[in-house]
């Protein structure tokens, strides 16, 4: 079996299409083979790409382990072409799961400041439970509101639209919008404290 593999890579003219081809009957070694050959140019490709060494790390196992799976369906004539086209993908995977993660971040943040703002004192470990048992409070406390409250609240201290923008997206004169905004938050108040002691 490898005499004729070492034969078939040798009268190939594209010997990637034989390690491929061997991949996709799940050739470990013929995936090791590909791996070294194409790796540190793409690992450098990836790196140019997203900026980051342990990203473009992550990215290039997923590349190869993609690569892996759908070998059996390659009709290609170029394998580094082939590689790069899933090293791009994935690329787009993780700096998408990045941003993502990103923007909870932020979103927690501005729960945690709207929580504070609500009345539950400082940020720091003196005032402050645990962060997840916090979300989970605010969470139950903004289902608990008026539609038109949660609205408010949403938009003008989690999304931070400036009072200006938040009455414009609610079709208020802005003293309408702070007025609803004050009730809103005195509301959450409330909601947030029987949360508290239903504990």
């Not at 140019?48 to 993609?66: I, N």
């Not at 609500?118 to 470990?125: K, L, M, Q, T, V």
């Amino acid at each position: 079996s490898n005499r004729r593999w070492a034969f078939t890579m040798t009268c190939d003219p594209n010997p990637d299409r034989a390690l491929i081809h061997r991949c996709g009957e799940g050739d470990r070694a013929a995936f090791d083979a590909l791996a070294r050959r194409h790796g540190p140019r793409l690992l450098a490709f990836l790196q140019r790409l997203l900026g980051d060494r342990s990203l473009a790390e992550d990215a290039l196992q997923g590349t190869f382990l993609a690569a892996f799976r759908h070998a059996s369906g390659y009709r290609g004539d170029s394998a580094r072409a082939w590689l790069l086209t899933i090293a791009r993908n994935e690329a787009s995977r993780l700096r998408a799961r990045e941003e993502r993660a990103t923007r909870n971040a932020s979103l927690m943040d501005s729960l945690m400041d709207l929580g504070v703002a609500a009345g539950w004192g400082a940020r720091d470990p003196e005032h402050l439970v645990s962060l997840a048992q916090q979300s989970e409070r605010l969470k139950d406390a903004l289902r608990r509101l008026e539609g038109s409250e949660r609205e408010v609240l949403l938009l003008r201290d989690v999304q931070q639209l400036s009072g200006k923008e938040t009455a414009q997206a609610l079709g208020l004169p802005i003293a309408a919008m702070k007025s609803r905004l004050h009730r809103a938050r005195l509301r959450l108040a409330v909601e947030l404290r029987k949360g508290k002691d239903a504990r």
